[in-house]
């Protein structure tokens, strides 16, 4: 990896992440987050303007859009868009990174580190700085952080897109070894199922009870619950039933979700879900009522999409390997797949991620800067 001074400064990166991690923001509290990315932007002479998304979203913050001006010989070039969110998931309030011997960073066991995707808004921000010192040209810009990805995207979802002349979107989150990116993401969906029956005293009329719970058992017992099929899951996570134990159960809630690498197959799957439902619900005189929520699209990634092919000149440019990965997880690359343009969802350096044992590494972390910094001079 190139170290010289025409390149990415590894302390001040480090340096950078650290002070980021140090900034409490969960999903919907980002405007910590927020108030620190826009100040170091506006140290590179960068106005980030943040949306009116929060009212949708319920966060404390918007997502941030910055728009760079191209410069020199790459003035006239299309521009290119860099995503990164700000959120993390819990636990994160306290967070402090912890540097090792070997530069592993961790946090201190208690809190999750936020290298998820904080590597990811850290080395945007070094890459541009890289970039400005050394008076590089390079084409317009454009920069999106968000809000609330860890809760299927819901920032991104809210920005509105049309502020952004970008066909090419980047976007830093994918837990896997560096040089590799997600070919797949999956639909994901939510759900709620609701089984009415009736109410009784469990010891003197039984019979006039129509018993919730036990249409919701039977019928759950008959889903394809895990692994549904080899690219379908299907979880039922969440059961509320009844309200005391002489009472015969008149409401049961099942919540859970879907994730397929192809669409139909979710919405089907979803469909067959309902109708056991409905099919136990019947037999003893329940009724149900249902309501899902598509967070995600699938999609995939083909071998000749130009962002794709960006990338992989900028890996080889640098000496990295790339490889591809089914990501079974979604990003902000779905939303913006989703309304017709090109992206892809490039790995950053980011292990264990949503857990207390989440780390990541100075070198990777300067590597992931270097990426970003060859994608931007692309
Ligand atoms: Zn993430």
Excluded: W
Excluded at 90 to 98: D, F, L, R, T
Excluded at 355 to 378: C, D, P, Q, W, Y
């Amino acid at each position: 990896m190139p170290t010289n001074h025409n390149s990415i400064n590894e302390k001040r990166l480090t340096a950078l992440f650290c002070q980021l991690v140090s900034i409490d923001s969960e999903s919907f509290h980002e405007k910590e987050m927020a108030e620190a990315v826009t100040a170091a932007l506006k140290e590179l002479g960068i106005t980030a303007v943040m949306d009116d998304s929060a009212a949708e979203t319920g966060s404390n913050a918007g997502n941030l859009f910055a728009k760079i001006p191209g410069t020199g010989s790459q003035k006239d070039k299309e521009p290119l868009l860099f995503m990164a969110h700000m959120d993390t998931v819990a636990p994160g309030k306290g967070k402090k990174a912890i540097i090792h011997e070997d530069g592993t960073i961790t946090s201190d066991g208690t809190t999750v580190l936020g290298a998820d995707d904080l590597t990811a808004v850290s080395s945007i921000l070094e890459a541009l700085t890289s970039i400005q010192e050394n008076g590089l040209p390079h084409r317009p810009l454009e920069l999106l952080f968000t809000t609330a990805e860890e809760a299927y995207t819901k920032g991104a979802t809210a920005f509105d897109f049309s502020k952004s002349q970008a066909k090419e979107a980047f976007a830093f989150d994918c837990s896997d070894k560096m040089g590799s990116y997600s070919q797949t993401e999956p639909t994901l969906l939510s759900f709620t199922i609701e089984v009415h029956g009736r109410a009784a005293h469990a010891g003197f009329e039984p019979e006039k009870g129509i018993n919730a719970l036990l249409a919701a058992a039977r019928a759950a017992a008959q889903l394809p619950l895990g692994r549904a099929d080899d690219h379908t899951t299907l979880n039922i996570g969440r059961v509320e039933a009844g309200t005391a134990t002489n009472i015969v159960p008149e409401r049961a809630v099942l919540s859970g979700e879907i994730r397929s690498l192809v669409h139909e197959d979710a919405l089907a799957l979803y469909q067959r879900v309902v109708d056991i439902f409905k099919k136990e619900a019947e037999k003893i005189g329940a009724s149900v009522q249902e309501k899902k929520i598509v967070h995600l699209t699938a999609y995939r990634i083909e071998k000749n999409d130009p962002a794709l092919l960006r990338y992989q000149k900028v890996l080889h440019d640098l000496g990295v390997s790339g490889s591809s990965r089914v990501n079974f997880g979604g990003s902000d690359i779905n939303v913006v797949r989703r309304l017709g343009k090109d992206g892809i969802c490039i790995a950053n350096p980011m292990y264990g991620a949503h857990t207390t044992h989440e780390t990541t590494n100075v070198k990777e972390l300067a590597l992931m800067a270097e990426i970003v910094r060859g994608l931007m001079l692309s």
